[in-house]
C-alpha cells in the first residue's frame, strides 16, 4: 500500500495514534528496562505459544528471524533443529546472553525494528517471530515502515508469527491504542500486502496465503517431544497440571485418529 494508503488507514481507524513522530534516528518508545530487557528473566507466556505453534513444523532447513529475544530461550530450544535463527534486540545484555551460548547456527544483533531496514539482517527468513508487534511502537509511520521490512524479508511460503496477549500489552505509560486485536492487525497487515490468519486461539500468523499445515512426521515428533517434556512439567506442577495434560492427550489422540495434524482456521 502507498503512503496514501497508509494514512487513509490512519485516518480511518487509527486517529489516536500519531501519524509520524519525526524521530528519523531511533524510533520508537524505550520504556522501563525492567519490563524491556529480558536477559534474565523467564520467557513470558505469549512467547511460549508461538515457539509451540512453530515447533509442529519441519524447521530443519528454515531460517528463522526471532525478533525479541529475550534470555535467547528460543534458540535454547530450536538450535538442534533448525537450520539458521537470527535473533535482534535493543537491549546489549541480550546480546551478550545470546553470545554464551556459542551456537554456530544461532547469531544476534542489535536491531531497531521500527527503523525500517538493515544490512546486518541478510536474506530472507521462513519464519519471522514478534510476539509485541505494537507495544513500543512510537508513530504510525515506523509502524508501516517495520511491516514493510517484514513483508521484504518474508520468504515465498513464510509466516509472520505473533500473539493475542502480547499484541495486546502495552506498557503501562503507553497509548492504550497501541493494544492492537485481531482486526486491527488484519487491517495492517492488508495494507502491508499479507493477511492475517487466527492459528489457535492465541496465536495469529501474517502471510501471503493460508500457513501450511504441519506434516504427519513433523507432528509426531512435535509430539514425541511434548511428551518427553511431561514427567518434568508433571513434577513441578502437581496433581492439577496431570489432569489437564491428561484431558489434552485424550484431545490429541482423537485428533490423531482422524488421522490429520490441527491444521489453520482461516481468517
Ligand atoms: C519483554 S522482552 C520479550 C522477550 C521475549 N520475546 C519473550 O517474550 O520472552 C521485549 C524484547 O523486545 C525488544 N525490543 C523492544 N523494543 C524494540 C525495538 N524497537 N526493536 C527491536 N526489539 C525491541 C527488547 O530488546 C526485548 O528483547
Not at 535467547?72 to 553470545?99: C, M, N, W, Y
Not at 511491516?147 to 505509560?173: C, H, K, M, N
Amino acid at each position: 500500500m502507498t503512503d496514501v494508503g497508509w494514512r487513509k488507514l490512519h485516518e480511518l481507524r487509527f486517529p489516536e495514534l500519531p501519524f509520524d513522530c519525526g524521530n528519523s534516528s531511533d524510533p520508537g518508545i524505550v520504556y522501563g528496562p525492567d519490563l524491556r530487557d529480558w536477559s534474565a528473566k523467564a520467557t513470558t507466556s505469549d512467547q511460549y505459544r508461538i515457539e509451540k505453534y512453530i515447533d509442529r513444523f519441519d524447521l530443519r532447513d528454515r531460517r528463522v528471524l526471532h525478533v525479541g529475544i529475550g534470555n535467547s530461550g528460543l534458540a535454547r530450544r530450536f538450535h538442534g533443529h533448525v537450520k539458521e535463527i537470527v535473533g535482534t534486540t535493543i537491549d546489549k545484555p541480550e546480546i551478550r546472553v545470546a553470545q554464551t551460548l556459542g551456537y554456530p547456527n544461532y547469531s544476534a544483533v542489535l536491531h531497531n525494528k521500527y527503523s525500517g531496514g538493515s544490512a546486518s539482517l541478510a536474506g530472507k527468513f521462513d519464519l519471522i517471530l514478534d510476539n509485541n508487534l505494537t507495544s513500543p511502537c512510537c508513530c504510525f509511520a515506523h509502524l508501516a515502515a517495520m511491516f514493510s521490512f517484514y513483508e521484504d524479508r518474508l520468504a515465498r511460503g513464510g509466516q509472520i508469527v505473533t500473539d493475542r496477549e502480547g499484541l495486546a500489552w502495552v506498557p503501562p505509560e503507553s497509548n492504550r491504542r497501541w493494544s492492537f486485536d485481531f482486526d486491527d492487525l488484519a487491517a495492517v497487515a492488508s495494507a502491508a500486502g499479507l493477511a492475517a490468519f487466527r492459528v489457535n486461539r492465541n496465536v495469529y500468523v501474517l502471510s501471503r496465503a493460508a500457513p501450511p499445515t504441519p506434516t504427519i512426521g513433523s507432528f509426531s515428533r512435535h509430539m514425541a517431544r511434548r511428551a518427553a517434556m511431561l514427567p518434568g512439567k508433571i513434577a513441578r506442577s502437581g496433581p492439577r497440571k496431570l489432569a489437564r495434560v491428561s484431558r489434552k492427550a485424550v484431545k490429541w489422540l482423537m485428533m490423531s485418529a482422524r488421522s490429520r495434524p490441527p491444521g489453520t482456521h482461516g481468517q
